[in-house]
């Protein structure tokens, strides 16, 4: 097994730079031969298994291994993305709630950005909590309005105002 790889990170950047998800089969595949260079008790083998799975559709095989991935301890950049990806599956399997509260918990890191303000808004919009998604989205933009920044967020804060 070849767990400390050096050129197994590369590999896979390379791989999701590349694949073409039309042809799902081979794309599996292909990620689960990466993966099985590091071994099933290995969380970011266990994330990228979950992020091929999620890409091509497989959404409940994308949770299996999003959640062992998070039981074999992912970490640092990888567990934020996953956060992300998890939380997005959670709702595309009908589980809102889950996904909103995994989404909710989240912390910052560079490596998604304003993800989580995406996804959470999507999910909160399935839950029926249209003005908290609208807020959401509105209060990621304020940041990047080079004028109305006050007054955009103002009217986002107005629009769940009653139930703050």
Not at 25 to 42: H, I, K, N, T
Not at 81 to 102: F, H, K, W
Not at 112 to 138: K, T, W, Y
């Amino acid at each position: 097994m070849a767990a400390d790889s050096e050129d197994w990170e590369p590999r896979v950047a390379h791989f999701w730079s590349t694949v073409d998800l039309d042809y799902r089969a081979r794309a599996v595949a292909a990620m689960r031969e990466l993966a099985a260079e590091r071994g099933p008790d290995d969380p970011d083998a266990q994330f990228e298994l979950g992020g091929i799975y999620d890409s091509t559709g497989y959404e409940a095989e994308a949770n299996a291994h999003y959640a062992a991935a998070r039981e074999l301890g992912l970490a640092g950049a990888r567990l934020a993305q996953l956060n992300i990806q998890q939380g997005s599956t959670l709702r595309n399997l009908g589980r809102v709630d889950e996904a909103i509260a995994m989404l909710e918990a989240t912390t910052p890191d560079p490596s998604i950005g304003d993800a989580r303000a995406v996804f959470l808004a999507l999910a909160l919009r399935d839950a029926g909590r249209h003005d908290e998604a609208l807020r959401l989205c509105i209060e990621a933009l304020v940041p990047h309005l080079p004028r109305y920044q006050r007054s955009a967020a103002n009217y986002a804060h107005a629009l769940t105002e009653a139930t703050d």
